[in-house]
Structure formats: C-alpha cells, structure tokens
C-alpha cells in the first residue's frame, strides 16, 4: 500500500473511531440516541461527460448509539435507501418532521440505516454542465432567461448503468465498514430500476428488497438503446410550486398529507441544492437518466426476496405497473400492498407508518402481516 493510501486509511479509522467515541458518551444513558453519520465514497465515475474522473458520492448514515458500538457483526440488519428521479435520499428518507423519517424508523429498530445519492444529486458531484441554464429544456429556459440559448451538452446527463456503478460504489463501501456480505436495499420510484436493476446482476450483495411505486414498465428494452445517453436535455428543476402542484393532483383523500410536512420536505430539498436555491424562487436540480435493463426478461429471473407497495392515489407509477413487476418478479418470496389513502409521496402522508413497519416485517420475518407471499391492502 502506498504510504499516502496508508494515510488515508489511518485518518477514516480515526474518524470513524472519533464517531464511535462520541456515541460512547451516549451509551451509558441513552444508547437508543439516533445517530447521523456523513460518509463521501470516492468513485471512478462512468457518467459519460466525466467519465474516468475521480468523484464523490454521498452516503449517510442513521444509527442507534448502541448499534454502532456493538462488538458483533450487523449481519442482516444493513439497509441501503436508493432514491428516485427528483429527491436526493437524505431528503426522501430522512425528513426532519416528527416520524416521518424512514431512516430514524429502522434505526430504531434496531438497523444500520444508510442512504445514497445518485451523481447529480444533493451532496454528490454534480457535473459542471448542471450549472448552465441552456442546459434546461427551452421551456424551462424561459422560466429563468429573458431569451433561451442552445444547449452545451445536447444529452441527457446519466445513465442506468452509470447509476449502478455509483451504487456498487456505495455497496461495495458499506460491506467493507460493515463486514457483510449483504445488504438490504429500499428503494422509490426510479430507485426501483437503480436498486432492482443492480440487485438483478449482483444477487449475492442484495439480501432482500422493499420498493415503494418502483418504475416498472413491461415495454423496457433489456439492452441499451442506439445511442447513450439519450439525446435531450441534461437536466431537469423543479420549483416549490411545481412540488406541492404535482403532489395535490395525487390526492384521493381528507387530510391525506400535513402542510407542515410538506415544507419540512421542501427546506429540506433546497438545502440539498445550494445553487439551484438561488434560481427563480429556489428550485432543485436532477439530471435527466437514460433508462434501459430492469425489464420482463431479467425481472423473471430475479430470485431477490421482494416487497413491493403502490399508493392507490399515485399519479406517476401506476399501480398497475407495480402490479405488473407483481407478477413478472421470478422469486416465491414476494408481497404486494396496496396501500390506501396514498400517493407517489407515500412515506410523506399520513399512512406513512404502515409502510415503515411493513418494511421492518419484511426485512426481519420475510412477511407482512404474517404473509409471505400475495397481495394485501392497508390503510383502507
């Protein structure tokens, strides 16, 4: 090893030791304090506009004081969080509003809890190309410039596979950190092809799989397309209006999301994008991802347990589609809920704890109201 790896090496240890020594503080009164750890796993990106760079991806951490500092190994209690198209993980599944953390939820159950974000996303690099206007559609263009220019980069800026490198990256780091051979892996929306898709060709790092309104579609194509990445724009705002606009079209139901965790989400977003904050009335930035793999054909042969949940208000991933993956998905080891009075935000409204201890059912019994496999409905 050479001597600046070696140093390296030695100053992790030490702040991880330094961590662990302040839970040690906690131990003696409050081992069940959560605890919030910041990792930046350094990665050999294959995004293609800076492909072979040195970047960083984020990765954190929630756990017990207790947990952390146990002499044994965690075995099947590490889980990793895969987020979506738009929302970085810390902010999907770590909402600073009273129970609505997911992350905290498992923590306290007794879970080494981590999250990771994408390329692009929140604390991870954010190619340069993401801070150039002309980069947007021309639509979304004029809601920030007097006149429209023509783009940079005329593609979209990453792409499944360059998703799946930075989540082995992540994989590959809490294994290590944590000496097992698996993980767990929850993941949402477009999560569910970056965290399925990854689970389908690494079977022996994935130990079991929870995916809430997972983009699934029978007509995706198991090889790439033509060209890669897709021609289009590289990537893509949303403004606070835009947010709590598509969220209210998803509502079926009285009282089925609280305002104030709304804004809890949305502070939470816009403190994930410091630049993007300072565009229009502050919007977050996402990359536009080429998508291809997670299809008919590999999801049969998946024998990765799964727990699959579809809001019956969502908008955006059809609950049939899920219902789809449902019965396509090749493992025995498979429920499906139905989860009432819910949307695509499902862990944001107020039926958000039956999915978290569905969730916990799930990773620690392989079921979900004492059932292994079939379709069930909560929340009705």
């Not at 302040?22 to 990106?45: C, N, P, Q």
């Not at 929140?122 to 979304?140: A, F, H, K, W, Y």
């Not at 005329?154 to 698996?182: E, F, K, P």
Request: aromatic fraction near 8%; charged fraction near 20%; charge should be neutral.
């Amino acid at each position: 090893m050479k001597h600046h790896d070696t140093k390296r090496t030695l100053c992790a240890l030490l702040t991880i030791t330094g961590i662990l020594a302040v839970a040690g503080l906690f131990l003696g009164e409050d081992g069940r304090r959560v605890l919030t750890i910041d990792h930046y796993v350094k990665v050999r990106s294959t995004v293609p506009a800076i492909t072979g760079q040195t970047t960083q991806i984020y990765v954190r951490e929630r756990v017990e004081a207790g947990t952390a500092l146990r002499a044994v190994s965690v075995d099947d209690r590490v889980v990793l969080f895969v987020h979506g198209a738009g929302t970085p993980a810390e902010v999907a599944f770590d909402v600073p509003a009273e129970d609505y953390s997911w992350m905290a939820y498992l923590a306290r159950a007794g879970f080494d809890v981590f999250s990771v974000d994408m390329s692009g996303y929140g604390r991870s690099t954010r190619p340069n190309i993401m801070n150039d206007l002309c980069n947007l559609t021309t639509q979304q263009q004029a809601l920030f410039l007097k006149a429209t220019c023509d783009a940079t980069y005329g593609q979209q800026l990453t792409t499944i596979a360059s998703d799946h490198n930075d989540i082995g990256a992540a994989v590959d780091y809490i294994r290590a950190l944590r000496h097992v051979d698996r993980v767990n892996m929850i993941a949402w929306s477009l999560g569910g092809p970056r965290a399925g898709g990854y689970a389908a060709a690494n079977p022996s790092k994935v130990r079991k799989l929870v995916l809430l309104a997972p983009a699934y579609g029978r007509m995706t194509s198991t090889a790439p397309p033509a060209k890669v990445p897709a021609e289009g724009a590289a990537f893509n705002t949303q403004s606070h209006a835009e947010f709590t606009a598509n969220w209210d079209r998803q509502v079926g139901c009285p009282n089925q999301y609280d305002p104030v965790v709304s804004e809890a989400v949305w502070s939470a977003m816009i403190e994930s994008d410091p630049v993007g904050a300072t565009w229009g009335t502050g919007v977050r930035r996402a990359p536009n991802t080429t998508n291809w793999g997670w299809s008919t054909e590999v999801v049969a042969k998946m024998q990765t347990p799964t727990l699959m949940v579809s809001g019956i208000h969502d908008k955006q991933v059809s609950p049939n589609n899920v219902r789809d993956l449902y019965a396509d998905l090749g493992t025995k080891e498979k429920v499906f809920v139905d989860l009432g009075c819910s949307s695509h935000n499902a862990m944001w409204e107020r039926n958000h704890l039956l999915l978290f201890k569905a969730s916990v059912e799930w990773l620690t019994d392989s079921s979900v109201n004492g059932m292994k496999e079939g379709i069930l409905k909560l929340g009705y």
